[in-house]
């Protein structure tokens, strides 16, 4: 009964979430004539070692699904995309991604700005900035960029 069951979960969850559709942003940065996602991706009938590339290719039934764990997508139930990568060059683009991605800022570059030229000014005006603890002067900004705000203003008065 176990198998029955995660079999149809993993079918339901696939289908909802692993399933790509392209999107106007699947064709930016001069990606008019293909997905910028590699889609679709090319039938495999079995997954097998290329020694030329160096690198291991997946079996692929379906060109539209992202390559899925099936007990993370049941368990996890969100869109996920397994690479294997063995290569430096790979490994450092994915490297690059995952740092880029983890570390958005919530700030706009307006805000960036905004913040910045108010701490020219309290530097300008030469005031002295007490902080207590769990005080967060800029109370619309997330903790981490709260507590921030408050250092780079320390910095810039001392």
């Not at 995660?6 to 004539?33: F, P, R």
């Not at 690479?83 to 570390?103: E, N, Q, V």
């Not at 109370?139 to 705000?149: E, K, Q, R």
Request: aromatic share 12%; proline share 3%.
């Amino acid at each position: 009964e176990w198998d029955s069951i995660m079999a149809t979960e993993i079918k339901h969850c696939g289908e909802v979430l692993q399933c790509h559709h392209c999107k106007h942003v699947c064709h930016k940065y001069g990606n008019e004539d293909q997905c910028r996602s590699l889609f679709p991706h090319e039938i495999i009938e079995e997954s097998y070692y290329d020694a030329d590339s160096k690198s291991v290719v997946l079996q692929c039934c379906d060109a539209t699904v992202n390559y899925f764990n099936p007990h993370i997508l049941v368990f996890c139930r969100h869109n996920h995309d397994l690479k294997c990568i063995l290569s430096g060059r790979a490994a450092k683009a994915a490297m690059f991604y995952i740092t880029d991605y983890i570390t958005k800022s919530d700030l706009k570059m307006h805000e960036m700005l905004l913040l910045l030229s108010q701490a020219v000014f309290f530097f300008k005006k030469k005031i002295q900035f007490i902080v207590l603890w769990g005080h967060r002067p800029y109370v619309g900004l997330s903790p981490l960029l709260g507590g921030l705000a408050t250092v780079l203003l320390l910095y810039v008065c001392m």
